[in-house]
């Protein structure tokens, strides 16, 4: 089909699928994408600051994936693992645990992030013969049932569906919230040792609870970088009560936050591990990955997949992991990741919108205020997200109001599209800011 005429098709749309999956932000019907670009129907170029949601890291068509797939379409297009076995999946799984925590080396592989983390759920509670899930509040983990059940990003995501009962949630750890005087580390860790005795003294005993579950920095609910010594906390309360740890690193896998893993970063390892976006640089991939005590211990049938650890996104997955390494990405990701920090603090001291600025790495939320009231103000951000997608560059949004401008670029980003990118973005912020009759800074230096 010609790049014109599918035109009337896109203007079909809202029949032709459901509005849940039709009308997400901001809708552009492209024609191509490469490297950190769009492009679209209109002709026009776009900057892609989303990654198709933290999933293109190595850029979009990276040569080296794409020579990978069509490779590997040539002698396999589907498994299922276990009826046949196949390279691909075996060289995978020997490749990551390369890569993860040590003791995370085995491998249940699946396709999107809501399958890990079922799979993850799974089986802590298989193996503890425990019923009961910790999560916390803010914490995005899917939208399948098992999976929404502790998901507490919004509301909404839950509502008329009764995900089951059998979860407590306890609350994150926001900077933010820390009162002046005190480490952040300290604070935060002691505020979690008190809430999690008053669970288990009012609402569920220990040795009722099978896992804990959650991002070690907080996606979907905000882009919330907690205190390391929280996560810490966390580990030695599961360690104390013989719970396990999931760390749902589905959005943070892969060198978003600097290092493969968020876990590294923190210097925090979990029991089980849910991956997937971007570990086969836009293939349908993902893995609970725990142990092989722990994997050792769910027979088959406990738990199953057709499409799961396809031939041709393991092949991609593999091809994503040399370009990681041959790139130096992970590099890339904390010298660019420092370098759009440091200029978003500048933009911050210029715009009076700007609430606040949290990264790390290349994981970068930007919280756009009422100027006055300084409540969050998510109405603002999409018409800012408009006007910079107007002009030609994409953002996207999280936070439980939509208040957060999610920065997301592919780890191939270079300064001089973190210019780019931030100039248009800038100027979308002074054109809010005139259109509500506030006044920017002179200057953000």
Same mark, same amino acid.
């Given at each position: 089909?010609?790049?014109?005429?599918w035109?009337?098709?896109?203007?079909?749309?809202?029949?032709?699928?459901?509005?849940?999956?039709?009308?997400d932000?901001?809708?552009?019907?492209?024609?191509?994408?490469?490297?950190?670009?769009?492009?679209g129907?209109?002709?026009?170029?776009?900057l892609?600051?989303?990654?198709?949601?933290?999933?293109?890291?190595?850029?979009?068509?990276?040569?080296k994936?794409?020579?990978?797939?069509?490779?590997?379409?040539?002698?396999?297009?589907?498994?299922?693992?276990?009826?046949?076995?196949?390279?691909?999946?075996?060289?995978?799984?020997?490749?990551?645990?390369?890569?993860?925590?040590?003791g995370?080396?085995?491998?249940?592989?699946?396709?999107?992030?809501?399958?890990?983390?079922?799979?993850?759920?799974?089986?802590?509670?298989?193996?503890?013969?425990?019923?009961?899930?910790?999560?916390?509040?803010?914490?995005?983990? !899917?939208?399948?049932? %098992?999976?929404?059940?502790?998901? /507490?990003?919004? *509301? &909404?995501?839950?509502?008329?569906?009764? #995900?089951? =009962?059998?979860?407590?949630?306890?609350?994150?750890?926001?900077?933010?919230?820390?009162?002046?005087?005190?480490?952040?580390?300290?604070?935060?860790?002691?505020?979690?040792?008190?809430?999690?005795?008053?669970?288990?003294?009012?609402?569920?005993?220990?040795?009722?609870?099978?896992?804990?579950?959650?991002?070690?920095?907080?996606?979907?609910?905000?882009?919330?970088?907690?205190?390391?010594?929280?996560?810490r906390?966390?580990?030695?309360?599961?360690?104390?009560?013989?719970?396990?740890?999931?760390?749902?690193?589905?959005?943070?896998?892969?060198?978003?936050?600097?290092?493969?893993?968020?876990?590294?970063?923190?210097?925090?390892?979990?029991?089980?591990?849910?991956?997937?976006? !971007?570990?086969?640089? %836009?293939?349908?991939?993902?893995? /609970?990955?725990? *142990? &092989?005590?722990?994997?050792?211990?769910? #027979?088959l =049938?406990?738990?199953?997949?057709?499409?799961?650890?396809?031939?041709?996104?393991?092949?991609?997955?593999?091809?994503?992991?040399?370009?990681?390494?041959?790139?130096?990405?992970?590099?890339?990701?904390r010298?660019?990741?420092?370098?759009?920090r440091?200029?978003?603090?500048?933009?911050?001291?210029?715009?009076?919108?700007?609430?606040?600025?949290?990264?790390?790495?290349?994981?970068?939320?930007?919280?756009?205020?009422?100027?006055?009231?300084?409540?969050?103000?998510?109405?603002?951000?999409?018409?800012?997200?408009?006007?910079?997608?107007?002009?030609?560059?994409?953002?996207y949004?999280?936070?439980?109001?939509?208040?957060?401008?999610?920065?997301?670029?592919?780890?191939?980003?270079?300064?001089?599209?973190?210019?780019?990118?931030?100039?248009?973005?800038?100027?979308?912020?002074?054109?809010?800011?005139?259109?509500?009759g506030?006044?920017?800074?002179?200057?953000?230096?």
């Amino acid at each position: 089909m010609t790049q014109g005429n599918w035109l009337p098709l896109f203007h079909k749309m809202h029949d032709l699928l459901a509005p849940t999956m039709a009308k997400d932000h901001p809708n552009l019907p492209v024609v191509k994408e490469e490297g950190c670009y769009y492009y679209g129907l209109d002709g026009k170029k776009y900057l892609d600051f989303t990654s198709g949601i933290a999933v293109a890291n190595t850029g979009h068509r990276h040569p080296k994936v794409v020579q990978a797939i069509k490779e590997a379409a040539d002698r396999l297009m589907h498994g299922p693992s276990g009826v046949i076995m196949y390279e691909s999946i075996l060289r995978l799984a020997e490749e990551l645990t390369k890569i993860l925590p040590e003791g995370l080396d085995c491998f249940f592989f699946a396709n999107s992030g809501t399958e890990a983390i079922e799979g993850a759920i799974k089986l802590a509670k298989h193996v503890t013969r425990r019923p009961y899930v910790i999560s916390f509040t803010g914490c995005f983990h !899917g939208r399948s049932l %098992g999976a929404l059940s502790v998901s /507490t990003s919004k *509301s &909404k995501y839950r509502k008329y569906l009764q #995900p089951n =009962g059998l979860t407590y949630q306890l609350p994150y750890a926001n900077p933010k919230h820390c009162p002046v005087g005190e480490d952040s580390d300290v604070y935060f860790a002691r505020k979690l040792e008190q809430d999690v005795e008053s669970l288990f003294a009012h609402q569920v005993t220990p040795e009722e609870v099978a896992c804990m579950i959650v991002e070690p920095v907080l996606g979907e609910g905000g882009y919330i970088v907690p205190p390391k010594g929280w996560l810490r906390k966390i580990r030695e309360i599961c360690d104390r009560h013989g719970i396990l740890l999931i760390f749902d690193e589905v959005q943070t896998g892969f060198g978003r936050t600097g290092e493969w893993f968020a876990a590294q970063t923190f210097g925090v390892t979990p029991d089980i591990m849910a991956i997937a976006k !971007g570990i086969a640089s %836009g293939l349908p991939l993902s893995a /609970t990955v725990a *142990s &092989k005590e722990l994997m050792k211990q769910w #027979p088959l =049938g406990s738990h199953g997949t057709t499409f799961g650890g396809n031939p041709i996104a393991c092949e991609a997955a593999l091809a994503t992991l040399d370009v990681f390494r041959e790139e130096k990405l992970l590099e890339n990701c904390r010298e660019v990741g420092e370098y759009a920090r440091k200029k978003l603090g500048l933009l911050k001291r210029k715009h009076p919108v700007i609430g606040d600025v949290r990264s790390i790495g290349l994981m970068i939320g930007i919280e756009i205020v009422h100027p006055h009231t300084r409540e969050p103000n998510g109405e603002g951000v999409m018409n800012i997200l408009n006007r910079c997608l107007h002009k030609g560059v994409l953002f996207y949004l999280c936070g439980n109001q939509g208040e957060v401008v999610r920065m997301i670029p592919p780890l191939i980003v270079t300064k001089e599209q973190i210019d780019e990118g931030l100039s248009m973005f800038d100027e979308a912020l002074t054109e809010y800011e005139e259109e509500i009759g506030v006044h920017s800074f002179a200057s953000g230096k």
